[in-house]
């Protein structure tokens, strides 16, 4: 399984953004896709997950609302769109996937997932 992310970059604060990651190596019908992030000096946190059977998502509080994961069956490809960005969203995002079709529980915690892409730098300034 591989993963690509890809689609960081700069923007203003209120401003939006789309990551995206490309998926490989298998068919993913029954997989749990997500987004993790990492700041300088900080654990990797959960931001968004997408079970790719049934379409089932879940989000951490800090961005429910403004941020969407969503898929493209045909691409294997999951997006995460980014609006009204804030500067504490500067991180280095992470595309993760695991096996299965986690729960909420489990789906937050990043020893749930098998694999994991190269991160993508998302920088926000104010």
């Known amino acids: 399984v591989q993963l690509q992310a890809y689609g960081g970059g700069l923007v203003q604060a209120g401003g939006s953004l789309r990551l995206s990651c490309a998926a490989s190596?298998?068919?993913?019908?029954?997989?749990?896709m997500a987004w993790f992030r990492q700041a300088p000096g900080k654990e990797r946190e959960f931001v968004a997950a997408?079970?790719?059977?049934?379409?089932?998502?879940y989000y951490a509080d800090s961005v429910k609302g403004r941020f969407t994961i969503s898929r493209d069956n045909a691409k294997n490809t999951v997006y995460l769109q980014m609006n009204s960005l804030k500067p504490q969203d500067t991180a280095v995002y992470y595309c993760?996937?695991?096996?299965?079709?986690?729960?909420?529980?489990?789906?937050?915690?990043?020893?749930?997932?098998?694999?994991w892409g190269r991160g993508t730098q998302v920088t926000v300034s104010s």
């Open positions: 190596g298998r068919t993913f019908s029954s997989y749990t």
């Open positions: 997408l079970r790719w059977s049934g379409g089932t998502t």
């Open positions: 993760a996937a695991a096996r299965g079709s986690l729960i909420m529980s489990t789906a937050y915690t990043k020893e749930s997932y098998d694999y």
